[in-house]
């Protein structure tokens, strides 16, 4: 029997993927999760930032991260600067500062265009699980599990909630966007 619900989920899934995306994007204000894209190559793995160290925000502009292994700091720094973030870390000690500069208008309009890359790579990852539904009902179809009016109706459900879904990502696109273009 077919069922639209573990299509929702599944798009559902994509979008918190999608918002921790856009969490991890830099908008002129200090932000603990913008470091969660950054993997620092440590203990033979790539681990996240947060299990290195404590990530606090003291200030709108700065980001402290206290690493708990002093062997750690020279890592975590350079793989911040390899990162697309575009900071300059300051050590001290086991601290590692972060200072999180103005955002220039040239740079917000990239940071735009980013954040309209990622809806759209969004997008195409709702629009394939809905190929995938899709292919699913012309399956069930074929072997005659289910009848002409069953698929019909269950791929207008798939539409419903792949137009809901990619309404959604438009309406994060665009707040994220004011987010960023807001001084």
Do not use: H
């Not at 989920?9 to 999760?33: C, P, V």
């Not at 040239?106 to 809806?119: L, S, W, Y």
Request: net charge positive; with cysteine; aromatic share 4%.
């Amino acid at each position: 029997m077919f069922n639209t619900q573990s299509y929702n989920q599944k798009m559902n899934k994509t979008i918190e993927i999608f918002d921790k995306e856009l969490g991890s994007l830099r908008t002129g204000r200090a932000n603990a999760s913008m470091l969660d894209l950054v993997k620092v190559d440590v203990y033979g793995q790539k681990m996240p930032i947060n299990q290195l160290g404590t990530i606090t925000t003291p200030e709108p502009r700065m980001i402290n991260i206290q690493v708990w292994d002093l062997n750690n700091v020279n890592l975590i720094d350079s793989s911040i600067k390899k990162s697309e973030l575009g900071l300059n870390p300051q050590i001290d000690g086991q601290l590692i500062r972060l200072p999180i500069p103005d955002l220039s208008e040239e740079r917000r309009n990239e940071m735009k265009k980013i954040v309209k890359t990622m809806g759209e790579k969004c997008k195409v990852s709702i629009r394939n699980i809905r190929r995938e539904g899709k292919d699913s009902l012309k399956n069930l179809l074929k072997k005659k599990e289910i009848s002409e009016d069953e698929e019909k109706k269950n791929e207008k459900e798939i539409q419903v909630i792949t137009d809901k879904f990619i309404k959604l990502i438009d309406d994060k696109v665009s707040s994220k966007e004011k987010e960023i273009m807001t001084i």
